[in-house]
Protein backbone atom coordinates (compact mmCIF):
# COMPACT_ATOMS: atom_id res chain seq x y z
CA UNK A 1 0.00 0.00 0.00
CA UNK A 2 1.10 3.37 -1.27
CA UNK A 3 -0.15 6.18 -2.62
CA UNK A 4 -3.18 4.54 -4.63
CA UNK A 5 -4.51 3.65 -1.31
CA UNK A 6 -4.85 6.42 1.13
CA UNK A 7 -7.55 8.07 0.90
CA UNK A 8 -8.84 4.60 2.06
CA UNK A 9 -6.94 4.01 5.24
CA UNK A 10 -6.79 7.63 6.26
CA UNK A 11 -8.70 7.12 9.41
CA UNK A 12 -5.71 4.16 10.02
CA UNK A 13 -3.21 6.87 9.36
CA UNK A 14 -4.57 9.13 12.22
CA UNK A 15 -4.79 6.53 14.42
CA UNK A 16 -0.91 5.23 13.72
CA UNK A 17 0.33 8.77 13.89
CA UNK A 18 -1.26 9.68 17.20
CA UNK A 19 0.13 6.59 19.20
CA UNK A 20 3.89 7.32 17.32
CA UNK A 21 3.92 10.58 17.75
CA UNK A 22 1.86 10.59 21.62
CA UNK A 23 5.37 11.64 22.99
CA UNK A 24 4.98 15.13 21.33
CA UNK A 25 4.57 17.65 23.89
CA UNK A 26 2.75 20.10 21.72
CA UNK A 27 -0.52 19.94 19.80
CA UNK A 28 0.91 21.28 16.13
CA UNK A 29 3.71 19.24 16.82
CA UNK A 30 1.45 15.73 16.46
CA UNK A 31 -0.39 17.48 13.71
CA UNK A 32 2.58 18.27 11.32
CA UNK A 33 4.39 14.51 12.13
CA UNK A 34 0.70 13.17 10.78
CA UNK A 35 0.95 15.37 8.02
CA UNK A 36 4.36 15.32 7.39
CA UNK A 37 3.64 11.09 7.37
CA UNK A 38 1.05 11.37 4.75
CA UNK A 39 3.11 13.96 2.50
CA UNK A 40 5.85 10.77 2.39
CA UNK A 41 2.91 8.41 1.88
CA UNK A 42 1.44 10.30 -1.12
CA UNK A 43 2.06 9.46 -4.63
CA UNK A 44 4.81 12.05 -6.58
CA UNK A 45 8.76 12.26 -7.44
CA UNK A 46 10.68 14.16 -4.47
CA UNK A 47 9.53 13.45 -0.93
CA UNK A 48 11.70 16.93 0.53
CA UNK A 49 9.32 19.98 1.71
CA UNK A 50 8.64 22.35 -0.81
CA UNK A 51 6.99 19.74 -3.23
CA UNK A 52 5.45 17.50 -0.96
CA UNK A 53 3.87 20.51 0.27
CA UNK A 54 3.12 21.50 -2.91
CA UNK A 55 1.13 17.85 -3.42
CA UNK A 56 -0.34 18.63 0.09
CA UNK A 57 -3.59 20.60 -0.49
CA UNK A 58 -4.73 22.68 1.96
CA UNK A 59 -2.17 21.62 4.74
CA UNK A 60 0.85 22.22 2.60
CA UNK A 61 2.32 24.95 4.73
CA UNK A 62 5.94 25.06 3.66
CA UNK A 63 7.31 27.15 6.34
CA UNK A 64 5.22 24.62 9.08
CA UNK A 65 6.69 21.87 7.55
CA UNK A 66 10.15 22.89 7.31
CA UNK A 67 10.18 23.63 10.80
CA UNK A 68 8.75 20.66 12.37
CA UNK A 69 11.67 18.46 10.47
CA UNK A 70 14.70 20.74 10.54
CA UNK A 71 14.42 22.81 13.77
CA UNK A 72 11.44 21.79 16.34
CA UNK A 73 13.15 20.23 19.29
CA UNK A 74 11.72 16.87 19.65
CA UNK A 75 13.47 13.71 20.03
CA UNK A 76 13.18 11.27 17.55
CA UNK A 77 14.55 8.15 20.13
CA UNK A 78 10.89 8.73 21.84
CA UNK A 79 9.50 8.15 18.21
CA UNK A 80 11.64 4.93 17.09
CA UNK A 81 10.92 3.39 21.06
CA UNK A 82 7.10 3.59 20.15
CA UNK A 83 7.51 2.51 16.55
CA UNK A 84 9.60 -0.53 17.86
CA UNK A 85 7.03 -1.17 20.75
CA UNK A 86 4.37 -0.92 18.19
CA UNK A 87 6.44 -3.28 15.39
CA UNK A 88 8.53 -6.41 17.54
CA UNK A 89 4.56 -7.92 18.13
CA UNK A 90 3.46 -7.62 14.53
CA UNK A 91 7.00 -8.80 13.28
CA UNK A 92 8.35 -11.31 15.88
CA UNK A 93 12.38 -10.24 15.18
CA UNK A 94 13.96 -13.50 14.56
CA UNK A 95 16.73 -11.28 15.01
CA UNK A 96 18.44 -7.29 14.95
CA UNK A 97 19.91 -6.64 11.33
CA UNK A 98 22.46 -4.12 11.17
CA UNK A 99 23.78 -1.94 8.16
CA UNK A 100 24.37 0.96 6.38
CA UNK A 101 23.43 3.27 3.23
CA UNK A 102 24.58 6.47 1.86
CA UNK A 103 22.88 9.43 1.32
CA UNK A 104 24.62 10.70 -1.76
CA UNK A 105 24.76 14.21 -1.75
CA UNK A 106 26.11 16.93 -4.57
CA UNK A 107 27.57 19.99 -2.50
CA UNK A 108 29.54 20.04 0.96
CA UNK A 109 26.95 21.98 3.47
CA UNK A 110 25.22 19.04 4.73
CA UNK A 111 25.98 17.40 7.86
CA UNK A 112 28.64 15.30 7.77
CA UNK A 113 28.66 14.37 4.10
CA UNK A 114 32.39 13.86 2.92
CA UNK A 115 34.45 11.25 0.07
CA UNK A 116 33.85 8.06 1.61
CA UNK A 117 32.75 4.45 0.09
CA UNK A 118 29.27 3.46 -0.01
CA UNK A 119 27.40 0.12 -1.25
CA UNK A 120 24.70 2.64 -2.44
CA UNK A 121 26.76 4.25 -5.38
CA UNK A 122 29.26 1.11 -5.34
CA UNK A 123 32.29 3.20 -4.56
CA UNK A 124 34.02 6.59 -3.13
CA UNK A 125 31.48 9.60 -3.58
CA UNK A 126 30.40 12.59 -1.68
CA UNK A 127 27.79 11.60 0.51
CA UNK A 128 26.34 11.02 4.42
CA UNK A 129 26.35 7.72 5.88
CA UNK A 130 23.31 6.46 7.85
CA UNK A 131 23.67 3.15 10.16
CA UNK A 132 20.39 1.59 11.17
CA UNK A 133 19.04 -1.67 13.17
CA UNK A 134 16.09 -3.44 11.91
CA UNK A 135 13.79 -5.43 13.06
CA UNK A 136 13.41 -8.62 11.42
CA UNK A 137 11.87 -11.66 11.01
CA UNK A 138 11.06 -13.84 7.54
CA UNK A 139 7.80 -11.64 6.36
CA UNK A 140 8.21 -8.59 7.61
CA UNK A 141 10.89 -6.16 9.24
CA UNK A 142 11.09 -2.57 10.05
CA UNK A 143 14.19 0.27 10.82
CA UNK A 144 13.56 1.00 14.59
CA UNK A 145 16.62 3.11 15.28
CA UNK A 146 19.52 5.02 13.13
CA UNK A 147 22.85 7.25 13.51
CA UNK A 148 24.54 9.26 11.22
CA UNK A 149 28.01 8.46 10.74
CA UNK A 150 30.10 11.53 12.02
CA UNK A 151 33.82 11.31 9.82
CA UNK A 152 36.89 12.15 11.34
CA UNK A 153 37.13 15.28 8.96
CA UNK A 154 34.42 16.53 10.68
CA UNK A 155 35.65 15.66 14.52
CA UNK A 156 37.42 18.37 15.86
CA UNK A 157 39.74 16.51 18.21
CA UNK A 158 40.87 14.27 15.26
CA UNK A 159 44.56 14.32 13.69
CA UNK A 160 42.62 14.44 10.39
CA UNK A 161 40.24 17.20 11.35
CA UNK A 162 38.97 19.08 8.12
CA UNK A 163 39.22 23.28 9.41
CA UNK A 164 36.83 23.93 6.74
CA UNK A 165 34.05 21.10 7.96
CA UNK A 166 34.75 21.78 11.47
CA UNK A 167 33.89 25.44 10.91
CA UNK A 168 30.61 24.11 9.40
CA UNK A 169 29.75 22.18 12.56
CA UNK A 170 27.48 24.93 14.44
CA UNK A 171 25.64 25.75 11.07
CA UNK A 172 24.81 22.39 10.62
CA UNK A 173 23.82 21.91 14.14
CA UNK A 174 26.18 19.18 15.33
CA UNK A 175 26.15 18.84 19.09
CA UNK A 176 29.70 20.26 21.07
CA UNK A 177 30.01 16.21 21.97
CA UNK A 178 29.37 14.33 19.11
CA UNK A 179 32.72 13.22 17.63
CA UNK A 180 34.24 10.56 15.29
CA UNK A 181 32.51 7.02 16.17
CA UNK A 182 33.41 4.03 14.01
CA UNK A 183 30.03 2.33 12.44
CA UNK A 184 30.30 -0.93 14.45
CA UNK A 185 30.07 1.30 17.63
CA UNK A 186 27.60 3.06 16.65
CA UNK A 187 26.06 -0.28 15.64
CA UNK A 188 26.66 -1.95 19.79
CA UNK A 189 25.27 1.86 20.72
CA UNK A 190 22.18 0.83 18.93
CA UNK A 191 21.69 -2.49 20.09
CA UNK A 192 21.77 -0.74 23.66
CA UNK A 193 19.22 1.92 23.12
CA UNK A 194 16.20 -0.86 21.65
CA UNK A 195 17.52 -2.98 24.68
CA UNK A 196 16.95 0.02 27.12
CA UNK A 197 13.54 0.42 25.69
CA UNK A 198 12.27 -3.19 26.62
CA UNK A 199 13.20 -5.13 22.99
CA UNK A 200 15.09 -7.92 23.37
CA UNK A 201 15.99 -9.94 20.17
CA UNK A 202 18.82 -12.46 21.00
CA UNK A 203 20.02 -12.60 17.56
CA UNK A 204 22.41 -10.19 15.95
CA UNK A 205 23.22 -10.20 12.01
CA UNK A 206 25.06 -7.93 9.89
CA UNK A 207 27.64 -7.96 6.84
CA UNK A 208 31.08 -8.35 6.14
CA UNK A 209 31.72 -4.41 7.31
CA UNK A 210 30.68 -5.08 11.08
CA UNK A 211 31.65 -9.10 11.38
CA UNK A 212 35.24 -8.54 10.28
CA UNK A 213 35.70 -6.35 13.17
CA UNK A 214 36.59 -8.75 16.32
CA UNK A 215 35.41 -6.11 18.94
CA UNK A 216 31.47 -5.69 17.33
CA UNK A 217 31.49 -9.38 18.00
CA UNK A 218 32.85 -9.46 21.06
CA UNK A 219 30.55 -6.53 22.13
CA UNK A 220 27.81 -8.69 20.44
CA UNK A 221 29.09 -11.90 23.08
CA UNK A 222 29.73 -9.46 26.04
CA UNK A 223 25.90 -8.49 25.82
CA UNK A 224 24.67 -12.24 25.83
CA UNK A 225 23.43 -12.23 22.15
CA UNK A 226 24.08 -14.69 19.39
CA UNK A 227 24.90 -13.29 16.03
CA UNK A 228 25.48 -14.19 12.39
CA UNK A 229 27.89 -12.05 10.52
CA UNK A 230 29.65 -11.79 7.66
CA UNK A 231 33.52 -12.54 7.16
CA UNK A 232 35.59 -11.65 4.38
CA UNK A 233 38.09 -14.67 2.90
CA UNK A 234 41.22 -13.24 4.80
CA UNK A 235 39.85 -13.37 7.84
CA UNK A 236 42.12 -15.74 9.71
CA UNK A 237 41.04 -18.78 11.81
CA UNK A 238 42.40 -21.72 13.68
CA UNK A 239 40.21 -25.26 13.08
CA UNK A 240 37.88 -26.43 15.78
CA UNK A 241 39.99 -29.34 16.65
CA UNK A 242 43.18 -27.70 17.12
CA UNK A 243 44.73 -27.43 20.25
CA UNK A 244 47.16 -25.18 21.55
CA UNK A 245 50.77 -26.41 23.26
CA UNK A 246 51.44 -24.68 26.67
CA UNK A 247 54.99 -23.76 26.86
CA UNK A 248 56.89 -25.54 30.06
CA UNK A 249 57.45 -22.52 32.69
CA UNK A 250 59.92 -21.92 35.50
CA UNK A 251 58.24 -19.89 37.88
CA UNK A 252 60.37 -16.34 37.09
CA UNK A 253 59.14 -13.87 34.89
CA UNK A 254 56.16 -13.52 32.81
CA UNK A 255 54.34 -16.72 31.53
CA UNK A 256 54.78 -17.58 27.65
CA UNK A 257 51.75 -17.65 25.94
CA UNK A 258 50.56 -20.62 24.46
CA UNK A 259 50.56 -20.95 20.89
CA UNK A 260 49.08 -23.35 18.26
CA UNK A 261 51.00 -25.80 16.10
CA UNK A 262 50.39 -23.81 12.76
CA UNK A 263 49.80 -20.39 12.23
CA UNK A 264 45.95 -19.50 11.82
CA UNK A 265 44.70 -19.83 8.31
CA UNK A 266 42.18 -17.75 6.01
CA UNK A 267 38.31 -18.82 6.12
CA UNK A 268 38.79 -19.53 2.64
CA UNK A 269 41.69 -22.10 2.95
CA UNK A 270 39.54 -23.63 5.47
CA UNK A 271 36.42 -24.43 3.87
CA UNK A 272 37.96 -25.68 0.76
CA UNK A 273 40.51 -28.21 3.16
CA UNK A 274 37.09 -29.41 3.97
CA UNK A 275 35.97 -30.11 0.33
CA UNK A 276 33.13 -29.47 -1.90
CA UNK A 277 31.93 -32.83 -1.02
CA UNK A 278 31.04 -31.39 2.56
CA UNK A 279 28.72 -28.80 1.22
CA UNK A 280 25.10 -29.34 1.67
CA UNK A 281 21.61 -28.41 -0.23
CA UNK A 282 19.96 -25.89 2.23
CA UNK A 283 16.19 -24.03 1.07
CA UNK A 284 16.04 -21.09 3.47
CA UNK A 285 12.64 -19.63 1.76
CA UNK A 286 10.52 -18.66 -1.44
CA UNK A 287 11.14 -15.49 -3.46
CA UNK A 288 9.13 -13.65 -5.16
CA UNK A 289 9.40 -14.51 -8.54
CA UNK A 290 7.36 -17.70 -10.35
CA UNK A 291 9.18 -20.68 -9.79
CA UNK A 292 8.41 -24.55 -8.72
CA UNK A 293 8.25 -23.91 -5.07
CA UNK A 294 5.17 -25.10 -3.26
CA UNK A 295 3.51 -22.08 -2.99
CA UNK A 296 4.73 -21.21 -6.99
CA UNK A 297 7.41 -19.21 -6.29
CA UNK A 298 11.19 -19.56 -6.79
CA UNK A 299 12.85 -21.58 -4.37
CA UNK A 300 15.80 -19.61 -2.90
CA UNK A 301 18.50 -22.66 -2.38
CA UNK A 302 22.10 -23.28 -2.38
CA UNK A 303 24.77 -25.35 -0.85
CA UNK A 304 26.40 -24.60 2.71
CA UNK A 305 29.66 -25.87 4.73
CA UNK A 306 29.42 -25.55 8.02
CA UNK A 307 32.69 -25.98 10.04
CA UNK A 308 33.42 -25.73 13.87
CA UNK A 309 36.60 -23.01 13.97
CA UNK A 310 38.29 -21.05 16.02
CA UNK A 311 38.75 -17.25 14.93
CA UNK A 312 42.56 -15.61 15.93
CA UNK A 313 43.73 -12.33 15.80
CA UNK A 314 45.15 -10.01 17.98
CA UNK A 315 41.58 -8.68 20.01
CA UNK A 316 40.43 -12.14 19.82
CA UNK A 317 43.69 -13.16 22.33
CA UNK A 318 43.35 -10.20 24.26
CA UNK A 319 40.17 -11.46 25.03
CA UNK A 320 40.64 -14.61 25.90
CA UNK A 321 41.80 -15.50 29.78
CA UNK A 322 42.78 -19.33 28.93
CA UNK A 323 45.31 -20.62 26.20
CA UNK A 324 42.48 -21.58 23.90
CA UNK A 325 40.89 -19.63 21.30
CA UNK A 326 37.05 -20.03 21.72
CA UNK A 327 35.12 -21.96 19.14
CA UNK A 328 31.90 -20.94 16.54
CA UNK A 329 30.41 -21.79 13.58
CA UNK A 330 32.23 -20.79 9.81
CA UNK A 331 29.05 -21.27 7.39
CA UNK A 332 30.31 -21.01 3.82
CA UNK A 333 28.18 -20.50 0.93
CA UNK A 334 29.59 -22.96 -2.07
CA UNK A 335 27.07 -22.84 -4.95
CA UNK A 336 27.69 -26.40 -6.99
CA UNK A 337 28.29 -24.49 -9.99
CA UNK A 338 31.54 -22.45 -8.29
CA UNK A 339 34.49 -24.13 -7.83
CA UNK A 340 35.39 -21.85 -4.47
CA UNK A 341 33.24 -20.85 -1.59
CA UNK A 342 31.43 -17.66 -2.22
CA UNK A 343 30.42 -15.93 0.87
CA UNK A 344 31.10 -16.77 4.59
CA UNK A 345 29.51 -16.26 7.87
CA UNK A 346 30.81 -16.28 11.74
CA UNK A 347 28.56 -17.44 13.74
CA UNK A 348 28.33 -18.05 18.45
CA UNK A 349 25.31 -19.95 17.93
CA UNK A 350 25.24 -23.27 19.93
CA UNK A 351 27.20 -26.00 18.17
CA UNK A 352 23.84 -28.59 17.90
CA UNK A 353 22.64 -25.75 15.61
CA UNK A 354 21.06 -27.19 12.70
CA UNK A 355 22.75 -25.67 9.38
CA UNK A 356 19.25 -24.64 8.00
CA UNK A 357 18.68 -22.13 11.42
CA UNK A 358 22.36 -21.00 10.58
CA UNK A 359 21.85 -20.55 7.17
CA UNK A 360 18.21 -18.84 7.43
CA UNK A 361 19.25 -16.24 9.73
CA UNK A 362 22.76 -15.63 7.70
CA UNK A 363 20.26 -14.86 4.41
CA UNK A 364 17.98 -12.87 6.46
CA UNK A 365 19.85 -10.15 5.94
CA UNK A 366 18.25 -9.53 2.16
CA UNK A 367 15.30 -8.09 4.34
CA UNK A 368 17.37 -4.78 5.38
CA UNK A 369 17.85 -4.31 1.60
CA UNK A 370 14.64 -4.79 0.77
CA UNK A 371 13.80 -1.89 3.63
CA UNK A 372 16.13 0.54 2.28
CA UNK A 373 15.00 -0.34 -1.45
CA UNK A 374 11.38 0.46 -0.04
CA UNK A 375 12.32 3.85 1.82
CA UNK A 376 14.41 5.24 -0.73
CA UNK A 377 11.82 4.73 -3.88
CA UNK A 378 8.53 5.01 -2.59
CA UNK A 379 9.08 7.16 0.66
CA UNK A 380 11.90 9.49 0.14
CA UNK A 381 14.82 8.03 2.36
CA UNK A 382 17.35 10.27 0.52
CA UNK A 383 15.54 13.35 -0.61
CA UNK A 384 15.90 15.35 2.48
CA UNK A 385 17.89 18.75 1.53
CA UNK A 386 18.00 20.43 4.85
CA UNK A 387 21.74 20.23 6.01
CA UNK A 388 21.08 19.86 9.75
CA UNK A 389 22.36 17.54 12.00
CA UNK A 390 18.47 16.99 13.68
CA UNK A 391 16.68 17.77 10.17
CA UNK A 392 18.69 14.34 9.47
CA UNK A 393 17.66 12.59 12.15
CA UNK A 394 13.63 13.79 12.24
CA UNK A 395 13.58 12.83 8.63
CA UNK A 396 14.66 9.53 8.48
CA UNK A 397 12.48 8.41 11.87
CA UNK A 398 9.43 9.78 9.74
CA UNK A 399 10.48 7.65 7.04
CA UNK A 400 10.56 4.97 8.80
CA UNK A 401 7.21 5.68 10.66
CA UNK A 402 6.18 5.78 7.50
CA UNK A 403 7.68 2.62 6.03
CA UNK A 404 6.46 0.81 9.50
CA UNK A 405 3.07 1.95 8.45
CA UNK A 406 2.98 0.29 4.71
CA UNK A 407 4.23 -2.98 6.49
CA UNK A 408 1.13 -2.73 9.11
CA UNK A 409 -1.08 -2.40 5.84
CA UNK A 410 0.44 -5.44 4.02
CA UNK A 411 0.19 -7.66 6.90
CA UNK A 412 -3.60 -6.70 7.45
CA UNK A 413 -4.89 -6.63 4.08
CA UNK A 414 -3.10 -9.48 2.23
CA UNK A 415 -1.28 -11.95 5.11
CA UNK A 416 -0.88 -14.47 2.03
CA UNK A 417 1.64 -12.11 0.25
CA UNK A 418 4.12 -10.96 2.37
CA UNK A 419 5.95 -14.70 3.08
CA UNK A 420 7.80 -14.21 -0.25
CA UNK A 421 7.50 -10.87 -0.75
Known amino acids: MLAGELAAVRCDLEDFAAEVFEPFGRVDQRRWGSVYLRGLLMDGGRKSVEPMAARLGEDGNRQALAHFVTTSPWDPAHVRA ?34 QYTGT ?21 AAVDWRL ?83 STTVTAQPGDAV ?14 ARYHEPARSVKSLVIDAGKHTARPVQWREGSRPGTGRSGFKRMYSRFVALRIRPAGREIRKAVEGPELP ?81 LQRLVRAPKDTAPA
Open 82 to 115: RLAWRMQPVIAPAALIIDDTGFLKDGDASACVTR
Open 121 to 141: AGKVTNCQAGVSLHLASDHAS
Open 149 to 231: FLPRSWDPASPEADPAKVARRTACGIPPEAGHVEKWQLALDMVDETRSWGIDVPVAVADGGYGDTAAFRLGLQERGLHYVVGV
Open 244 to 257: PLTPSYSGTGRPPA
Open 327 to 407: ACWLLAEWPAREREPVQFWFSNLPEDTPLTALVRLAKLRWRIEHDYREMKQALGLAHFEGRTWRGWHHHVTLVSAAHAFCT
